[in-house]
């Protein structure tokens, strides 16, 4: 059985998560200990909420359940070693429908020579 020690100064347990606060002191060692660099790492909106759940005065908030939720997937693919699917590539319909028309516009080109060609070679020339 693990035994809760406090890091409030009341002698309460606290309410943000073991997981969350450990993710935190992870990264603030990361970050030598700058407090902002790593709200900023983790995507917290102020570091002053990295503070107060690393006291454990505060629940974690959404953006930190959103912040363990990468680590628990980053966990998951370095495990596993799997490398995370590339992006697709962005597809502009509008240039794709801009070459599709130069490509016709040759194409009608290529014929009508064609075509010219033909009636030369029905004169005899």
Known sequence: ?????????????????????????????????????????????????????????????????????RARKRAERAWAMERPAPPKPVVCVEQVREALRRIRYKIDALDYLLKGEDSDEAKGL
Do not use: F, W, Y
């Open 1 to 69: 059985m693990t035994s809760h020690i406090s890091s409030r100064p009341n002698g309460k347990k606290p309410k943000s998560s073991p997981e969350a606060r450990k993710l935190i002191r992870a990264v603030l060692k990361q970050c030598g200990g700058n407090q902002r660099e790593a709200a900023r790492r983790l995507r917290l909106p102020n570091q002053a909420q990295l503070r107060k759940m690393l006291n454990g005065t505060i629940r974690d908030t959404p953006a930190m359940h959103a912040a363990l939720m």
